[in-house]
C-alpha cells in the first residue's frame, strides 16, 4: 500500500477518534475507507474493532486522570453491555446490516430532536438519579446497546450517551468518560468474536488505531476543559450526519451532481 495511504488512514482515524470520544459514529468514517481500500465490509467491521479497542485505552486513562470518570459505576454498567456485545458481534459475522441501519437512522432523527427539547438534562445531568449498582431497566437498556455496539459499533457512543444520561442522570462529561470505560471494557470480547472468525485485518487496524488514539486523546482533554454545552453541540452534529450517511443522502446528493 502506498505510503499516503498510511497517512489518510491515520488522518481518518484522528478525526475519527475525536468523535467517537466526544459523541459516537466515527466508525461511520473508518469503515467506508477500510472498505475502500479493499477490505470486504465484515473483515473492516472486525478490523475497526481494533482502532477502537486503543481509542478507548487512550480516552479512558484521560478521563480517569483528569477525575471525571466513576470506575465502580462504569464496571456494574458493562457488565450487561459485554454481554449484549458477544452476542451482536456472534450475529454480525454472518449478518447484512442493511435494515438495521435504516432503523438506527430513524432513531438518530428521533434522538436529534430529545436532545433539543430538553437541553438541560444532557448539560446538567439529573440530581438524585446517579447510583452505582444498575436497576433492572438499566440493565436491559444497556444490554441492548451493548448488543448493537458488538453488532456494528457505528453510531453506539451516541446511544451509551443516551442511556446513561436518561437512565443513569449523569452529565455529558461524566457520560462521555463512562461511555469510553464502556467500550473498553466490551470491545476486547467483540474482537475476540471477530478474530475467531479471521475477519480481522492486523496491520490495517494497528495502523487506525495510531490515528484514533491520538484523536481520542485530544477529545478527552477538550471534554473537560469546554464542557457539556460544546460536547452537545458535537452530539447533534454527529447524529444529524450519521443519519444522513445511514440513509444514503450523501451517496444520493452525489449522484444528482454526476
Given at each position: 500500500?502506498?505510503?499516503?495511504?498510511?497517512?489518510?488512514?491515520?488522518?481518518?482515524?484522528?478525526?475519527?477518534?475525536?468523535?467517537?470520544?466526544?459523541?459516537?459514529?466515527?466508525?461511520?468514517?473508518?469503515?467506508?475507507?477500510?472498505?475502500?481500500?479493499?477490505?470486504?465490509?465484515?473483515?473492516?467491521?472486525?478490523?475497526?474493532?481494533?482502532?477502537?479497542?486503543?481509542?478507548?485505552?487512550?480516552?479512558v486513562t484521560s478521563f480517569k486522570q483528569q477525575?471525571?470518570?466513576?470506575?465502580?459505576?462504569?464496571?456494574?454498567?458493562?457488565?450487561?453491555?459485554?454481554?449484549?456485545?458477544?452476542?451482536?458481534?456472534?450475529?454480525?459475522?454472518?449478518?447484512?446490516?442493511?435494515?438495521?441501519?435504516?432503523?438506527?437512522?430513524?432513531?438518530?432523527?428521533?434522538?436529534?430532536?430529545?436532545?433539543?427539547?430538553k437541553p438541560d438534562r444532557w448539560i446538567k445531568?439529573?440530581?438524585?438519579?446517579?447510583?452505582?449498582?444498575?436497576?433492572?431497566?438499566?440493565?436491559?437498556?444497556?444490554?441492548?446497546?451493548?448488543?448493537?455496539?458488538?453488532?456494528?459499533?457505528?453510531?453506539?457512543?451516541?446511544?451509551?450517551?443516551?442511556?446513561?444520561?436518561?437512565?443513569?442522570?449523569?452529565?455529558?462529561?461524566?457520560?462521555?468518560?463512562?461511555?469510553?470505560?464502556?467500550?473498553?471494557?466490551?470491545?476486547?470480547?467483540?474482537?475476540?468474536?471477530?478474530?475467531?472468525?479471521?475477519?480481522?485485518?492486523?496491520?490495517?487496524?494497528?495502523?487506525?488505531?495510531?490515528?484514533?488514539?491520538?484523536?481520542?486523546?485530544?477529545?478527552?482533554?477538550?471534554?473537560?476543559?469546554?464542557?457539556?454545552?460544546?460536547?452537545?453541540?458535537?452530539?447533534?452534529?454527529?447524529?444529524?450526519?450519521?443519519?444522513?450517511?445511514?440513509?444514503?443522502?450523501?451517496?444520493?446528493?452525489?449522484?444528482?451532481?454526476?
Open positions: 500500500m502506498p505510503f499516503y495511504l498510511y497517512l489518510l488512514v491515520i488522518g481518518v482515524g484522528i478525526i475519527a477518534g475525536f468523535i467517537n470520544t466526544l459523541a459516537g459514529s466515527g466508525s461511520l468514517l473508518t469503515l467506508p475507507i477500510l472498505i475502500f481500500l479493499g477490505l470486504p465490509a465484515n473483515i473492516a467491521n472486525g478490523t475497526n474493532r481494533i482502532a477502537i479497542l486503543f481509542q478507548s485505552i487512550v480516552s477525575k471525571v470518570l466513576d470506575i465502580k459505576q462504569g464496571v456494574w454498567l458493562s457488565i450487561p453491555a459485554v454481554a449484549g456485545a458477544i452476542v451482536g458481534a456472534d450475529v454480525a459475522v454472518n449478518f447484512n446490516e442493511d435494515l438495521m441501519q435504516k432503523f438506527i437512522a430513524g432513531l438518530l432523527i428521533f434522538m436529534f430532536f430529545v436532545i433539543l427539547y445531568g439529573k440530581a438524585g438519579l446517579v447510583q452505582t449498582k444498575p436497576s433492572l431497566i438499566q440493565i436491559f437498556v444497556f444490554f441492548g446497546i451493548g448488543f448493537y455496539g458488538g453488532f456494528i459499533q457505528a453510531g453506539v457512543g451516541i446511544f451509551l450517551l443516551a442511556g446513561l444520561v436518561f437512565s443513569v442522570g449523569t452529565d455529558l462529561v461524566k457520560s462521555n468518560g463512562l461511555k469510553n470505560f464502556i467500550v473498553l471494557v466490551y470491545a476486547p470480547f467483540a474482537l475476540a468474536v471477530f478474530i475467531i472468525n479471521k475477519q480481522v485485518h492486523w496491520e490495517m487496524g494497528l495502523i487506525l488505531a495510531i490515528g484514533n488514539m491520538i484523536g481520542a486523546y485530544i477529545a478527552s482533554k477538550v471534554a473537560v476543559s469546554w464542557g457539556p454545552k460544546f460536547i452537545r453541540i458535537i452530539l447533534l452534529s454527529a447524529i444529524m450526519l450519521s443519519a444522513a450517511k445511514l440513509l444514503g443522502l450523501f451517496s444520493f446528493i452525489a449522484s444528482i451532481f454526476k
